[in-house]
């Protein structure tokens, strides 16, 4: 009896001992773990960057936000307030809107973080003045507007985060149109104005986003107004004009679904043309809004793949799906992606999810010569726009996941961790 009261309180010291002993050592932070290999980067949103509240979040829990963003992050990206929508609402000399977009680059600057520019030219929150003009807009046999064929390509910016702008009723602009040198100016207006007042603070920007289109079909481009006013071109004029501004920006090409093979070869197509026409992409972003049955196999096969371009690949918006409704297909467009967001999460969600973020990042770690930037789309669960799906390393309350442990892990399995 007295053995066995012994032996209890023995093993009760020890459990004790090893209990503080781990709460003591810590686990390194994100961007210490990974310093030799990439920036570890999050989209950060205006209540963040301003000390306000944000979106759905207290001013308090904004800024225990901001402390999660602060301890493990070296990157930040603006997840809405550079935005065409946001940063140059309005026409003519008072159009735009830069108190956000500076206080999220002074946030940036001052707490050394590697400063992203997200985004110049897309077909989603983007205002329609930009495309008005006098031009009739083309007609269809029928004699109707012609239908946009492929994605309900929004210029709206919702109230919520998937309010309004996502299809949800709203077309994009379908009355009189731009010419395309209107167009062209109204580009290079706007990406010289952007572009040149954060010259030399916002390291690298996302020039064109989601230019591509889905499914197997032969169109490599999105129908949109961009393509539509101006032709193929607009893209290369972008970063054409970008690059006037901002010589030593590192310029990207930025697009989701590319774990997809066919809309991963309409981009080998698209950017083997433009560096055979001498235009300034300087990186690939990834988008990576997966889901979690992404498999090590196919992040590993996307990243070879890409690396044949010979150019540095970013990691721009990561963040992993767990939301039973989410499950069928890679990130989809930004419009099903909050569609496919409802429901309920995958049964064993946490365990599916730790999985998946252990094979993404191994294929990161392993791709060591091309991954440069890797960047959540949010900090926490909370502030995700897809935070139904639970998609991130950090619950609602910054406390690290199961998920978070197995990123560390993989880290640890290539000698980066102690
Ligand atoms: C999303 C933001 O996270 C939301 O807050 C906003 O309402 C809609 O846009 N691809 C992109 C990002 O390039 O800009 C999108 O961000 C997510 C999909």
């Not at 108190?99 to 707490?111: E, H, I, K, Q, Y």
Request: some cysteine.
């Amino acid at each position: 009896m007295k053995a066995i009261t012994q032996t209890c309180l023995l093993s009760a010291a020890l459990l004790t001992v090893s209990v503080s002993a781990r709460a003591t050592e810590k686990p390194g932070t994100l961007k210490e773990t990974f310093k030799d290999r990439f920036l570890v980067g999050t989209a950060v949103n205006r209540g963040m960057v301003t000390g306000g509240a944000g979106f759905r979040r207290s001013p308090e829990q904004t800024a225990k936000d901001v402390a999660l963003v602060k301890e493990h992050f070296n990157q930040i990206t603006a997840e809405n307030d550079m935005k065409w929508q946001l940063v140059h609402p309005r026409d003519g000399k008072d159009g735009y809107d830069f108190g956000p977009a500076d206080a999220f680059v002074n946030f940036g600057l001052s707490n050394q973080m590697y400063v992203v520019g997200h985004t110049l030219v897309w077909h989603s929150q983007t205002p329609n003045w930009v495309f008005a003009g006098t031009n009739p807009p083309p007609t269809n046999a029928t004699g109707n507007v012609a239908a946009n064929t492929n994605t309900p390509a929004t210029n709206q910016f919702g109230r919520g985060r998937f309010g309004g702008g996502f299809g949800g009723g709203f077309g994009r602009y379908s009355g009189p149109r731009a010419s395309r040198d209107e167009l062209l100016q109204r580009m290079r207006e706007h990406i010289h104005t952007v572009v040149g007042r954060y010259k030399g603070k916002v390291k690298s920007w996302d020039v064109v986003n989601e230019a591509i289109a889905d499914g197997t079909g032969t169109n490599v481009l999105r129908n949109s107004l961009w393509l539509e006013i101006i032709g193929p071109d607009f893209i290369a004029k972008a970063f054409q004009y970008a690059h006037e501004a901002d010589l030593n920006a590192i310029l990207r090409y930025n697009d989701y679904g590319l774990e997809n093979p066919a809309k991963r070869k309409k981009l080998i197509t698209l950017i083997k043309s433009l560096q055979a026409q001498k235009v300034p992409v300087h990186a690939i972003g990834s988008q990576a809004h997966l889901n979690v049955s992404i498999s090590f196999e196919t992040m590993d096969q996307t990243l070879t793949e890409i690396a044949t371009l010979g150019l540095p690949i970013h990691i721009t918006e990561l963040d992993v799906n767990s939301a039973a409704g989410g499950q069928r297909g890679f990130g989809a467009d930004i419009a099903n992606n909050a569609a496919t967001t409802q429901g309920g999460l995958v049964s064993d969600a946490d365990k599916k999810l730790t999985d998946a973020y252990a094979g993404i990042f191994r294929a990161f770690l392993q791709h060591r010569d091309s991954v440069k930037v890797v960047t959540f789309w949010g900090a926490n669960d909370a502030n995700s726009w897809r935070a139904n799906g639970k998609p991130l390393l950090f619950d609602g309350n910054s406390q690290p996941k199961p998920a978070f442990d197995a990123v560390i892990a993989e880290a640890k399995k290539a000698s980066l961790a102690k």
